[in-house]
């Protein structure tokens, strides 16, 4: 028999680490309640051409694809073999699969709007906590199953979603107690940059090299934007971009004379200096940042991306505009923003900066020993009592020495034991032992309802 294992790029979560888990999905959720945003849930499986197309070409190639059912009956195999041919060849065929994971939580949404959009109320706010699946190469930071925490609002243009967007960004991360960089660009910018190279119809082409620049460095996004068929003015131009640097003020200034000649750089300009002039208002960490174009080919305004200031690890956070998204889907004309966490990653800094408050390990707060028959049926009654009042409690399974009975609450950080032996019984008493500060006292079991602990 081959040894047990779990498949590359997935993990088992223990109570220890779903405890944490919960904590960073509490704090999320509740300031995502805190703005008026209703919850959603969609299926774990999306029909495959409802994803197809909408990360580039990138992202088309980590999303798992789902085999249909049945393939194994005789009058299929035939129809099969050539099928599976060409998806080895990596084409989709719907006679192999015709749904698939879905690769994140905005393209579901996407869908969930075109398909419902007479019902909501607009604009319609949405968050969204579910996991996602990518076929992506394994390593720290990065799963192939991963939980994303995503809040979006759909039918409005105003940039006071961008706003909001921002505050929800800072007001978790302090709640967390996490340092953060909030970065900003435009995908408005990017197509002006575009622009200005003459090069319109290269827009993916030099965003999806952008995007690599933290991960490659500027000399092979030149040599990637030289194999994708920019000259050498073209590149020189990009290179100036990438190059910009200061404050935020400096920054722009930068760029305006680079992009002076474009209209709809002008426009992402302005709409950046709208976030920026916000955010200083409320002393809000954002900054400008024109290297980030984050890959995916939806963004048409304003785009997120979030980094821990004082751990190496990749993003913790991002999203952007997506003014076109429902189009794809036959119904235009919805605009929408929107924003991500990445829970895997935020868990990851917490644990590596020692972030998680002490008592996210306290699940059970009350041991009653099982000290005999009659002794812990007289405790399993206070127990449902305490338990009516919310006290999470519980009773060792079986009578034995205290020794044991001590490491069991040890183990699982129970903080309070409480004995009911001979002498409580005969005095009608209960004794209440602190592990925590190693305190000891003895109360009437009618005061025990009323016990602070």
Known sequence: ?????????????????VRKRNYIFNTIRSVFELYGFQPLETPAMENLETLMGKYGDEG????????????????????????????LAGKNNAAITERALRYDLTIPFARYVAMNHHQLVMPFKRYQIQPVWRADRPQRGRYREF????????????????VELTNMYATVFKQLGIDVAITINNRKILAA??????????????????????????????????????NEKQISIIEKYLTIEGGNAEKLFQLEKLIASSDIGKKGIEEIQFILSHSSIQGLPVVTDFTLARGLN???????????????????????????LTGTFGVPNIPGVGISFGVDRIYDVMEELNLFP????????????????????????????????????????EQAKFDKQFKYADKKNI????????????????????????????????DLINFSF
């Open 60 to 87: 088309d190639k980590l999303i798992f694809k789902i085999l249909n059912n049945g393939l194994d009956r005789p009058e299929k195999k035939e129809k099969s073999k050539e099928a599976f041919e060409k998806i």
């Open 415 to 446: 903080p309070y034991i409480l004995i009911i032996g001979a002498k409580e019984m005969k005095d009608n008493t209960c004794t209440i032992k602190n592990l925590l500060k190693s305190e000891q006292q003895t109360i009437p079991q009618d």
């Open 193 to 230: 940059l575009a622009e200005v190279c003459e090069a319109t119809d290269k827009m993916i082409d030099i965003t999806v090299a952008i995007d690599k620049l933290d991960k490659i460095g500027i000399d092979k996004v030149k040599e990637e934007l030289n194999n994708r068929g920019l």
């Open 358 to 397: 002490k008592d996210v390990q306290t699940g059970t707060q009350v041991l009653f020993f099982n000290v005999g028959e009659n002794e812990s049926n007289v405790a399993f009654n206070l127990m449902q009592k305490l338990r009516n009042k919310n006290i999470r409690c519980e009773i060792y399974h």
């Open 298 to 324: 939806y963004y048409t305004g304003i785009i997120f991306e979030i980094k821990a200031t004082n751990v190496q690890m990749g993003s913790i956070g991002g999203g952007g505009r997506y003014d076109n």
């Open 1 to 17: 028999m081959s040894k047990v294992s779990l498949p590359q790029g997935t993990r088992d979560f223990g109570a220890d680490v």
């Open 147 to 162: 939980y994303q925490c995503d809040a979006d609002i759909v039918g409005s243009k105003s940039l006071l979603n961008e």
